[in-house]
């Protein structure tokens, strides 16, 4: 690790035990109790204390002044944030902002960057991202069928999205969209667009939210979101007509190794848990950490949760040397390693608890649905399983066919 990275690394170990971990009860009973609809008080409280830290949008690489952290330096941070569901929005370091705010800055315009950019590094509001649609298999986001059709100065906008993250959230202000502004380009991948749509604009309606496993708001707040003739201005247009996949692969990139790091870090406190849990409960006369079905499930699980952070890094590394495309086959493995690891470790931590484990009393069952979630966000296994496949297969299959390794036939 970096200097820099070593320095806040502490600062944010100090700000966890000083403020997020005694404060995660008030958080779960907050996020129950208002509900997905309102904002919880001990967010924005906790807020304003990390806002006069430098752990602030620790996830900001600024293209502009090349000062900000590189990918593997914000790599252990972003681990240590996965810790706690409250952490990551406390720090300004939440998706979906951390990626519209990244999109906003490297394809946003100076009047885009100015009105939108700005309060959302500050803040002040909270975005969402709009692509997924429930009609079509969005898994294929060629398939997605909402419109942006350009009418004088105007675009109309036309859809209806869910899994729209945030847009309940009542500082919710703006909403990227993702939508087909040109679709018989035979190029199926110029057919959509990115614009920018204020969620106060006539014609949006966020229906509802959407649960996670019953949980509402928390650990997502899931929502759908009907756009109906909604006009915005032409100048909302991000990058251009039909550069909507390119600024999704541009997003997608870090965004992948935020989520797997968080899940780094919620598999590591599920274990932690797990072994402390086992050690001081006893069952049949000895504690339950003695039985060898608990030390075979903590083993593996910290073989597998040092095997996906190395990965993680790896693709962190390549990303900062060589660029998102070049690591797009380790962006696509830890998206399937790390959702799966962590399901793996916090289900046996949640046997482990016994029953209450199922309950929300230690916070487990909200780290399963949250892995369990990305399994899904961002394009689910098994897209990316056919794409490294794919890749794999084009690479090996280049060196040409296979020879034997003998042709000696021996003579019985």
């Not at 330096?73 to 990626?99: K, Q």
Request: some cysteine; hydrophobic content about 40%.
């Amino acid at each position: 690790m970096s200097d820099r990275t070593l320095r806040m690394r502490h600062a944010l170990e100090k700000f966890m035990d000083e403020h997020i971990y005694p404060n995660e009860a008030r958080f779960f009973k907050e996020s129950t109790e208002l509900g997905p609809w309102a904002v919880w008080p001990i967010v924005e409280e906790l807020k304003a204390i990390a806002k006069q830290t430098e752990l602030w949008n620790a996830f900001y690489h600024s293209v502009t002044t090349n000062d900000g952290l590189s990918n593997l330096e914000y790599a252990p941070l972003c681990e240590i944030m996965g810790r706690s569901h409250l952490a990551p929005e406390v720090f300004n370091c939440a998706a979906p902002d951390t990626g519209n705010m990244e999109v906003l800055e490297k394809f946003g315009t100076k009047e885009q960057q100015e009105k939108w950019l700005k309060p959302l590094l500050n803040g002040d509001i909270r975005s969402t991202f709009s692509m997924t649609e429930p009609a079509v298999a969005s898994s294929d986001a060629t398939n997605i069928e909402s419109s942006i059709v350009r009418d004088g100065s105007e675009y109309v906008i036309n859809g209806r999205k869910w899994y729209s993250t945030n847009a309940t959230h009542p500082n919710c202000k703006i909403i990227i969209f993702m939508g087909k502004s040109d679709p018989t380009n035979p190029n199926r991948h110029q057919q959509q667009s990115m614009i920018l749509v204020p969620k106060d604009a006539p014609g949006v309606e966020v229906i509802r939210p959407l649960p996670v496993f019953n949980f509402y708001g928390m650990p997502d707040r899931a929502s759908e979101v009907q756009f109906t003739n909604v006009r915005v201005p032409i100048e909302n247009i991000l990058l251009g007509e039909g550069r909507g996949f390119e600024i999704a692969q541009g997003r997608l990139g870090p965004g992948r190794v935020h989520h797997c790091m968080r899940l780094i870090g919620m598999a590591e406190r599920a274990l932690e848990m797990m072994c402390r849990r086992t050690k001081h409960r006893v069952a049949f006369g000895a504690p339950v950490s003695d039985n060898g079905v608990t030390l075979e499930r903590i083993a593996n699980a910290r073989i597998d949760i040092e095997q996906t952070r190395l990965l993680v890094l790896k693709t962190a590394h390549l990303m900062d040397t060589l660029g998102n495309k070049a690591a797009r086959r380790e962006i696509a493995m830890i998206k399937i390693a790390a959702p799966s690891m962590a399901c793996r470790v916090v289900d046996d931590a949640i046997q482990a608890f016994g029953g209450i484990g199922t309950a929300n009393d230690f916070g487990l069952a909200a780290m399963y649905a949250t892995a369990r979630l990305l399994r899904l966000a961002d394009g689910p296994d098994e897209v990316h399983r056919m794409q490294l496949g794919r890749m794999e297969l084009k690479e090996q299959a280049s060196k040409g066919p296979i020879e034997p390794v003998s042709r000696y036939t021996p003579e019985w």
